[in-house]
């Protein structure tokens, strides 16, 4: 089957939109908690953000009809296999057909391991501008960075990050 056959998919069932001080539309606060995301995955485990807590991560939201994102989740696919310490989670941020979004990850030269599904609310939750965007967190989940928009500068200012936390 299509969808067991992708590890790591979850599905988002319940947002907690608590954003303290919000930049103003680019993202949740760098220095400050990220929101939580609540889901279950496909084979039926709960998966919380606020759990997941030890390794850095990488946030990335998405939606299947995004054109630029369409081009950064294989980027960020070859950027999780450089840089096996950080966790890559590309969040889609719209309510699809979970077949919808499998056949779109499955369309792609590649994606990160780890695709969450959610039934909307996300943009408001996270306080981003637009699609992509993506975030990094440490590992207790506070926010390091917020990248908005498919550009290679933020594609070198995400790897230099990563490399920055590899160091530590």
């Not at 990160?112 to 965007?133: C, D, Q, R, W």
């Not at 590992?139 to 928009?149: E, K």
């Amino acid at each position: 089957m299509v969808v067991k056959s992708l590890l790591g998919i979850v599905l988002v069932t319940f947002l907690v939109p608590v954003v303290v001080g919000a930049e103003s539309g680019g993202g949740p606060v760098v220095g400050q908690p990220s929101p939580n995301i609540l889901g279950r995955t496909m084979d039926d485990k709960y998966y919380r953000l606020k759990q997941d807590t030890g390794k850095p991560k990488v946030i990335n939201f998405f939606w299947v009809s995004c054109i630029p994102c369409k081009k950064e989740m294989p980027e960020l696919a070859k950027l999780e296999k450089q840089f096996k310490g950080v966790k890559f989670i590309s969040v889609h941020t719209e309510d699809e057909k979970a077949e919808t979004v499998v056949k779109f990850v499955k369309s792609l030269s590649g994606a990160p391991s780890n695709i969450v599904m959610t039934s909307g609310g996300v943009k408001e939750a996270f306080k981003y501008n637009g699609l992509p965007h993506t975030m990094i967190l440490d590992g207790d989940n506070v926010v390091l960075m917020n990248l908005s928009g498919y550009t290679p500068e933020n594609m070198r200012r995400l790897t230099s990050e990563l490399q920055q936390i590899s160091k530590k």
